[in-house]
């Protein structure tokens, strides 16, 4: 009679275990997409907007974007985690001169050269961009 039990308590409990809500190895997170997720991909893909790596002379990297909004195009340059931007003042011989307060941006081919006062920064397009 304790054998019947226990074998029936067994049963049991074996088949209430092998549930399908507990298949599979629970360790693992399944992945989510969330809406930051796609807003940062679609970000990257927005029409006229155009995003480059670029490294100084001192070997530091900078993330360029050229992009549009409603005031006309727009530079915005990020390293170290501080970005500036500027509105494009005007187009020369195939050089595009960006420019707020006193700090100008000047994009020509491969070259970003930004001036402020007496400093002058230059950047060149990174390898395989």
């Given at each position: 009679m304790k054998i019947q039990l226990f074998c029936a308590a067994f049963a049991g409990l074996v088949l209430l275990s092998c549930s399908d809500k507990n298949a599979g190895n629970s360790?693992?997170?399944k992945?989510?997409?969330?809406?930051?997720?796609?807003?940062?991909a679609?970000?990257?893909n927005v029409a006229g907007e155009q995003a480059f790596r670029y490294v100084a002379d001192d070997g530091s990297s900078a993330h360029v974007t050229f992009g549009q909004n409603d005031d006309?195009?727009?530079i915005s340059v990020r390293s170290n985690n501080k970005t500036i931007a500027a509105p494009?003042?005007?187009s020369s011989d195939g050089a595009e001169i960006y420019g707020s307060h006193d700090m100008e941006i000047k994009s020509a081919n491969d070259s970003v050269i930004i001036t402020q006062g007496d400093n002058v920064i230059t950047l060149k397009k990174a390898r395989g961009q």
């Open positions: 360790a693992i997170i992945s989510e997409t969330s809406a930051t997720d796609s807003a940062v679609n970000a990257e006309g195009k727009i494009l003042l005007r």
